[in-house]
């Protein structure tokens, strides 16, 4: 059976998601979204229940087949309730989801149901960075680069950006490696808390913005806080190849510390 008169291409433009984005929302493979927005895929029950859990608001005859109300009966969200709970800035209604940004108009939400939200985030692909490194502090810049999306369950603040994984350096065949293609969302550090410990316990990868290397994605196995130097690490365990290096701070421009990463399909 085919679905042609499907509404998942309205969905995800509202979003504001790619195809591989709104493939990973829905826990489907890309390939696989690419036949159903086509309406030339014939869907099973685990397919069809992996959409309602995605879109629990949503009317699921309406989404396969434009029948029917789009939204599913419920209870109307108390808006204000929300941003007195969430210290944020309400900045219009998105459709049926609704958008906020956060104080320091940093960070932008998309409610998809209650107590789910999709974060915005600025995306440095691989061919942007050499751009980012040079403009990475000017705000026009920013304003160029293209978004990613992450799923949150509350409302974060602080300054975040995505970048595409390049190379093998960080893949060594685990569940938790980084490979050529997946995207790292960091939040920026504040230069202050340089001076003491990164938290290394806590986050497993750290991103590093620096003068002449570039940008780094790896562990930091060890800080020398008197002297401000960094030993990194690389998860590939060809170590002729990617040896443990240090850099120094003074040679660091930015550090986030990995907060969501977003597997290649």
């Given amino acids: 059976m085919e679905y042609p008169n499907n509404n998942f291409e309205v969905i995800r433009k509202e979003l504001g998601l790619t195809n591989r984005d709104f493939a990973a929302f829905l826990n489907i493979p890309e390939q696989t979204y690419s036949r159903v927005k086509r309406g030339i895929y014939p869907l099973g029950t685990i397919t069809k229940r992996k959409f309602e859990e995605a879109l629990p608001e949503i009317n699921i ?5 434009n029948e029917g109300d ?13 941003l007195q709970n969430t210290n944020a800035k309400y900045i219009g209604q998105f459709s049926r989801d609704i958008k906020f940004m956060d104080d320091d108009g940093n960070n932008i939400f998309f409610e998809v149901s209650p107590g789910r939200y999709l974060m915005k985030t600025r995306l440095v692909t ?11 502090d000017n705000q026009e810049y920013l304003e160029e680069l293209p978004f990613h999306t992450i799923n949150v369950t509350e409302f974060h603040k602080g300054h975040y950006v995505s970048f595409e994984v390049c190379g093998d350096s960080m893949d060594n065949g685990k569940r938790k490696s980084l490979g050529s293609g997946d995207i790292v969302t960091g939040r920026l550090i504040d230069r202050i808390y340089w001076q003491s410990k990164l938290h290394t316990h806590a986050w497993d990868y750290f991103i590093f913005v620096t003068k002449t290397d ?9 800080h020398d806080v008197e002297n401000g130097i960094l030993t990194l690490h690389s998860l590939n365990e060809d170590k002729k190849k990617y040896p443990d290096f240090e850099i120094h701070l003074d040679d660091v421009r930015e550090i986030f510390n990995v907060v969501d990463i977003t597997v290649k399909l």
């Fill in 126 to 136: 691989e061919k942007a960075k050499a751009g980012y490194l040079l403009g990475y």
């Fill in 61 to 65: 005859k309406w989404l396969l087949f």
């Fill in 214 to 222: 570039g940008i780094l994605i790896k562990q930091v196995i060890k």
């Fill in 70 to 82: 789009r939204d599913k009966p419920r209870e109307v969200i108390d808006q204000n309730k929300i």
